[in-house]
């Protein structure tokens, strides 16, 4: 597996994996990306970075961060990872280069939101594992039966 920056070739591959889970991924989430990439493309500021995850020259993941402007803080954004390459520890190795970039940056923590909702409490379960505390849960914060938990992880304790 490598890990290497987005290229705007690999945005449909990306927005497929996206739409292998259509319970964490809804249409209204997906539609986020092609902006988010858009001015990540186009801007050469620190506010937003995107890698992918591939395995013999096939995208496999993808996460990223954006700045948070309304919680002062870097926010882990489109954390999937391609269905059949699931349980192989390529969302662990994403996420743990973007929390070592942001150490790079010098940030102290990170924030990270993920629907709450029954069906998904296997990526709850994920980020609780791999270091995240969970600090709030907000009922129907997207749509009703969409809820939003709230993750945080302090990146100085490595």
């Known amino acids: 597996m ?21 319970l964490q991924f809804p249409s209204f989430v997906v539609a986020r990306y092609p902006v988010r990439w858009r001015e990540y493309f186009t801007t050469s500021s620190y506010k937003s970075e995107y890698y992918i995850a591939e395995e013999d020259g096939i995208v496999c993941g993808h996460t990223g961060f954006i700045y948070n402007d309304e919680a002062g803080l870097y926010e882990i954004v489109g954390v999937v990872v391609k269905n059949s390459a699931a349980r192989k520890g390529i969302g662990r190795a994403l996420i743990s280069s973007i929390c070592d970039r942001l150490r790079e940056l010098n940030e102290e923590k990170v924030i990270l939101y993920t629907l709450g909702h029954p069906g998904n409490e296997g990526t709850i379960d994920f980020y609780r594992n791999i270091g995240f505390d969970l600090i709030k849960e907000e009922q129907d914060f997207f749509t009703e039966g969409y809820h939003r938990v709230t993750f945080m992880k302090i990146l100085n304790g490595g």
């Open 2 to 22: 490598h890990i290497r920056r987005l290229q705007q070739n690999d945005q449909q591959d990306v927005i497929h994996i996206f739409e292998e889970y259509p």
